[in-house]
């Protein structure tokens, strides 16, 4: 869960380390959870704040919903939506399936979405702040797409 990720990030000193190796430059990929600590803040169970390498917020899905009969956590599989070209698309198409398992998702972070998924609410799939990038599904599970995902980004390292 977010709180205890965020509190051994700061109890150790790694969130420090992020941050400043985000500032030198540094390529960062969050997946999953890890997505979500890049964020400012999160309200997973309270109200925390994240890493703010990323500007937006971390949300209930459930919250957001719709059609209320949608099941949460989020789990299964997916298509991509393209919203702004980036590196990290290089070997995958558009409409491609990839494989999600969360409750929370990121939201008010506008410019930073390179990739979303419907899931009766846009659910950022890929973000992006200058060399600082986030992946709320899983590509070690999303097969073939996945591996291009990890392969573009491995490029760009």
Request: with cysteine.
């Amino acid at each position: 869960a977010f709180r205890e990720a965020i509190n051994s990030l700061n109890k150790t000193g790694q969130n420090k380390v992020i941050k400043e190796e985000a500032q030198y430059g540094k390529k960062i990929l969050g997946i999953c959870l890890g997505m979500q600590l890049l964020f400012d803040r999160s309200y997973e169970y309270g109200n925390y704040d994240g890493l703010g390498l990323i500007n937006g917020d971390i949300v209930s899905i459930k919250e957001d919903l719709k059609d209320k009969k949608l099941k949460v956590p989020h789990m299964g599989w997916n298509s991509l939506e393209f919203l702004n070209e980036d590196k990290i698309l290089k070997y995958i198409n558009e409409g491609e399936y990839v494989y999600y398992v969360h409750s929370y998702y990121a939201k008010n972070c506008g410019d930073s979405v390179i990739a979303c998924s419907d899931y009766n609410v846009k659910i950022p799939g890929i973000v992006k702040n200058n060399n600082i990038y986030g992946i709320q599904f899983h590509p070690e599970k999303s097969g073939k797409t996945g591996l291009n995902i990890l392969k573009a980004f491995g490029e760009m390292i």
